[in-house]
């Protein structure tokens, strides 16, 4: 198996720009992808791959990549990307899925 | 985009067993790959195992190997997970997810993403 590291909590201003990052050996081989969850709601996908949006999920939200890192960016932060944030992607044996212990994202 | 929707709010003893089923509807259920997630209350996203329908075979986490079994009915196109030997430790919001391969040309990586999302089903364990 193998982990995938996050920043426990982040915090933006209302209009700025923040950085969450999923860092792990198994990035180096396998693409992450990225949920955002609000209380009491179900996850849901709003980026995977290197910067793959799905349909529905505003432009602010890109996605990249390097080395044994992934980011998921937000621009122009607004009140509602107020949430928690996981990255996930495949184990070093490409066999499982892992979980980032998640980030909590703060909108001041 | 395929729907899940998850069977309802469970309450066991410590020591039982608990199923818990997930009804795909609009996508092709037998050649998608379903997931499970565990998320106990304050807690992050764990993932439990999954399977890929078409081939029966189900893939679990380390963590729950022995006490988890997922499976798939092709004729109601759903998915169960069932985990034994509660504890209080397992009180948790269960999902299920549709998982979907992808290879990104952009990087030269493969890797999956979650595509849809069940509501999630609360397991309480408490005597």
């Known amino acids: 198996s193998s982990e995938l590291t996050q920043d426990p909590a982040v915090s933006v201003a209302l209009g700025q720009t923040v950085r969450i990052t999923c860092q792990g050996d198994s990035l180096r081989s396998y693409s992450a992808s990225w949920y955002q969850q609000r209380p009491g709601l179900a996850p849901f996908l709003v980026m995977y791959g290197k910067n793959n949006r799905p349909s529905g999920i505003p432009d602010r939200f890109s996605g990249s990549s390097s080395g044994d890192t992934a980011s998921l960016t937000i621009t122009e932060a607004q009140a509602e990307d107020e949430a928690d944030y996981y990255c996930n992607s495949r184990d070093n044996n490409g066999n499982h899925r892992v979980f980032g212990g998640g980030t909590k994202v703060t909108v001041l | 985009q395929v729907q899940l929707m998850q069977s309802g709010a469970e309450v066991k003893k410590p020591g039982s067993s608990v199923k818990v089923s997930c009804k795909a509807s609009g996508g092709t259920f037998s050649s998608s790959a379903f997931t499970w997630v565990r998320q106990a209350p304050g807690q992050g996203l764990e993932w439990m195992g999954g399977?890929?329908?078409?081939?029966?075979?189900?893939n679990y986490a380390q963590k729950f190997r022995g006490r988890v079994t997922i499976t798939a009915d092709e004729s109601t196109t759903t998915v169960y997970m069932e985990l034994s030997s509660l504890r209080s430790e397992d009180t948790a919001v269960f999902y299920c997810?549709?998982?979907?391969?992808?290879?990104?040309?952009?990087?030269?990586?493969?890797?999956?993403?979650?595509?849809?999302w069940g509501q999630g089903t609360l397991v309480t364990v408490s005597s």
């Open positions: 997810a549709r998982d979907m391969y992808y290879y990104d040309n952009s990087n030269y990586r493969e890797g999956n993403y979650f595509d849809s």
């Open positions: 399977i890929t329908p078409i081939f029966g075979s189900a």
